[in-house]
């Protein structure tokens, strides 16, 4: 329930109970099957530890040809919309009535992280990035908007919901590395995080 301010993110710790937590979990199933995971490229060809898929009008895609927004699954299918469910955890922690057209669903599993960066592949940074996290324990990096400045780190729990915003909307962070199999919420382990964003 606690909401805690470090380096400009808003860190809203328990912001889900754990009903909400499966409750979230089941309107996921029909999107992940079908938007199924797949494990994206960077644009150096390297393969990223986490797979991923996304709901809404527009999905993040990275392959050899870079980072973008794309309106389709690497599939061909259309991503699927995003769930009531997800919207109502952005007017909950943004307050606000513009709602977020991509929903990114990432999947760690065990040995997986997410090196530093910034989310800046949308066309108006004045809008917020919340960002939900659902099952295993993750070690949260924040720095700020320029590399290589000061981190702090936080270990993220399943209902805990991260809003990047104002000074922190261009703030470099990433995922150090999960504590696989510390919830129980997922029945294989692993951790999903939900990312929403404003991207047209
Ligand atoms: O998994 C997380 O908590 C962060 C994910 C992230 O930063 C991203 O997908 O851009
Ligand atoms: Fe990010």
Redesign the pocket.
Known sequence: MARLLIQGFEVWKSHLDSKAQTDLIQDLRPILKGAPLFSPTTASGKKMSVRMTSAGSCGWISDTSGYRYEPNHPGGRAWPAIPDSILSIWRDTTGLDRLPDSC?I?YYGEDTK?GL?Q?KDEADFSWPVV?V?LGDD?L?RMGNPTRGGKTESLW?SSGDVVVMGGEARLSY?G?DRIRFKSSRLLPKGGRI?L?LRVVT
């Open positions: 990114l990432n997410m960066h989310d960002s996290s993750a949260f993220l962070h995922i995080n990312t």
